[in-house]
Structures are given as structure tokens and as C-alpha cells.
């Protein structure tokens, strides 16, 4: 069976080494992604892609703060006009094409505004999406955003820096590894069940060596395949798809975003809500091992 194109070397190898249902499966799970690169740069405007630092919030409007009124931490703000510009391919699912969606979190509370009984938005976790930021800002939104993670300080927040973002097409599969709602949903589609693979424990060990070279979910990015370190979070049948993954990264020598023990955050959003901006059912969901 032939590899998919994207797959390096090594990866070519291990694919072939697997067993045909699990090569079926890489191949009909194949798909864009829009990979997320981060760096540090001093020439981040208000308006651009960013994770963490300091958001654009107009002077017509209220920065977002806690019940108690205190500020919320940028987590992430991202320009579509930015991702569109530098992707020019499309990818599975329509983005907007203009507009900016910010995510904020409590970096003062335990789980940065997790909640397990209702991952939406809520008074410590809130999104925004702005369509028009040509408004001038609002005269104390810096003071404000270094203040929310100050607050957070003792917490050890995933992000305490700004980091400059960029964005390019990469291709990618599910993986058994994780057990993705992708993952179950194509061995259903293929008629492939778990004992179809794993015929023994020899063979399921030799399995997860090559699924680990295959092994692409991680990385910070919008859309693809998510990747957890528990467990998936939504109900085997869920229509939702990764919007955002940030993961933990080191950076460079003096700057990371660490999510808790090495964690990761995904954002998850179904395809008709996307298509109709309707951020504010945006699930979020954050673990370390």
C-alpha cells in the first residue's frame, strides 16, 4: 500500500511495517492542518497573531475581567487576515478570512479557567471575535494585560510572554496513539475493529514503536488531529473539531508555554458553528501527564 506523500523517510518505513487495517487507517484520515510557529520578536503590533502579551481591545469597549473584576490573560489572538495571507491553499474546513478571535483565560485560577462540567465560556475563561479593529485601543490595555498575568504569577501560567505567530500548511493522519474521535470514527468506517490489529501483546508493542514514529498530533496548530495527554474529552458521536491546539514548548533558553507537567490545550468548535462565528461554543480543554 503506498505511504502518504508527506511522510519523511523513517516514517515511510514504519508505515510499512504496519498492519493493512492500520495502513488503511493513516490513509483515510489524511489531511491539511495549518501548523503554528512561535517566536520572539519585538515588532508585534496590537492587532497581530499572538500568543499571550497584549491583546486589541477597543476604547469603546471593556477589557475582559473575572467576576471579581480582575483581568483576564491573553492566551491566544489570532489574526485570520494573517493565517489567509500566509496560507494560500485551503484546508478542510473554511476559516473566516477576516476578523480577529481572541481567547482569554484566569491565570490567577488553579486550571486556568477550566471547567470540567462546562468547557465553554464562562467568567474565567472568555472569546471574542472582532470583526472590525480599526476603533482606537483602549489608553490602558497594556497595563491592564501585564496585571492579569502578574495576578497569576503564583500559578505558574502557561504563557507569560508574547510571542509572535506564523502559519503554513502541513499535512497529517490520526494515530492510535491517542484514541481520537478521528481514530475510532475511520476504523468504523473501514469495518475495522481493535482485534483486527492487535492480534497479541508482541505485535500490539511493535504497533505503538511505529505508530510513534507516524506520530504527528502534537504542535501547536488550528485544525488536524488533536492530541491529548489523558484521554479525549468529547462523546464518541461529537461533530466538533480541533479549532486550536496550543501545546507546552521550550521556545528558546529563556522563554516556554508549559501546561502544567508538559501539557497541551485544544479548542474544539463543530464545522456549522465555525461557519457561523459562533465562538462562543468554543470547548476548551487542557491536561499534562
Known amino acids: 500500500m503506498q505511504a502518504p506523500h508527506?511522510?519523511?523517510?523513517?516514517?515511510?518505513?514504519?508505515?510499512?511495517?504496519?498492519?493493512?487495517?492500520?495502513?488503511?487507517?493513516?490513509?483515510?484520515?489524511?489531511?491539511?492542518?495549518?501548523?503554528?510557529?512561535t517566536q520572539v520578536a519585538d515588532d508585534i503590533t496590537l492587532t497581530d497573531s499572538k500568543f499571550g502579551g497584549t491583546p486589541y481591545v477597543a476604547e469603546n469597549n471593556n477589557y475582559p475581567l473575572t467576576a471579581e473584576g480582575?483581568?483576564?490573560?491573553?492566551?491566544?489572538?489570532?489574526?485570520?487576515?494573517?493565517?489567509?495571507?500566509q496560507v494560500q491553499d485551503s484546508v478542510s474546513e473554511p476559516l473566516?478570512?477576516?476578523?480577529?478571535?481572541?481567547?482569554?483565560?484566569?491565570?490567577?485560577?488553579?486550571?486556568?479557567?477550566?471547567?470540567?462540567?462546562?468547557?465553554?465560556?464562562?467568567?474565567?475563561?472568555?472569546?471574542?471575535f472582532i470583526s472590525d479593529f480599526s476603533t482606537k485601543p483602549l489608553a490602558?490595555?497594556?497595563?491592564?494585560?501585564?496585571?492579569?498575568?502578574?495576578?497569576?504569577?503564583?500559578?505558574y501560567p502557561p504563557i507569560t510572554f508574547e510571542f509572535k505567530l506564523t502559519f503554513s500548511k502541513e499535512y497529517g493522519s490520526a494515530n492510535s496513539l491517542?484514541?481520537?474521535?478521528?481514530?475510532?470514527?475511520?476504523?468504523?468506517?473501514?469495518?475495522?475493529?481493535?482485534?483486527?490489529?492487535?492480534?497479541?501483546?508482541e505485535l500490539e508493542d511493535k504497533?505503538?514503536?511505529?505508530?510513534e514514529i507516524l506520530d504527528d498530533d502534537g504542535g501547536h496548530k488550528i485544525f488536524g488531529v488533536p492530541y491529548f495527554t489523558q484521554d479525549e474529552v468529547r462523546s464518541k458521536d461529537s461533530e466538533q473539531i480541533l479549532l486550536l491546539q496550543i501545546d507546552s514548548e521550550d521556545v528558546d533558553d529563556k522563554h516556554e508555554i508549559c501546561w502544567g507537567d508538559a501539557g497541551v490545550a485544544n479548542f474544539f468548535i463543530t464545522p456549522q458553528q465555525l461557519q457561523n462565528l459562533e465562538f462562543d461554543k468554543l470547548m476548551y480543554n487542557w491536561d499534562c501527564s
Open 6 to 37: 508527506y511522510l519523511n523517510e523513517e516514517q515511510q518505513q514504519a508505515f510499512a511495517q504496519l498492519p493493512q487495517a492500520l495502513q488503511q487507517m493513516v490513509i483515510k484520515t489524511q489531511h491539511a492542518f495549518i501548523k503554528i510557529t
Open 70 to 85: 480582575k483581568p483576564l490573560m491573553l492566551l491566544a489572538q489570532i489574526n485570520f487576515a494573517q493565517v489567509h495571507k
Open 96 to 128: 473566516p478570512k477576516s476578523g480577529l478571535l481572541q481567547i482569554f483565560i484566569n491565570s490567577a485560577d488553579d486550571i486556568y479557567g477550566l471547567d470540567f462540567d462546562n468547557p465553554y465560556p464562562n467568567d474565567n475563561y472568555q472569546v471574542r
Open 140 to 155: 490602558n490595555i497594556e497595563e491592564l494585560a501585564k496585571k492579569a498575568i502578574e495576578d497569576g504569577k503564583n500559578n
Open 178 to 201: 491517542n484514541w481520537t474521535v478521528e481514530y475510532l470514527r475511520s476504523l468504523a468506517e473501514l469495518g475495522i475493529t481493535e482485534n483486527d490489529i492487535f492480534i497479541d501483546d
Open 207 to 211: 504497533i505503538y514503536e511505529l505508530m
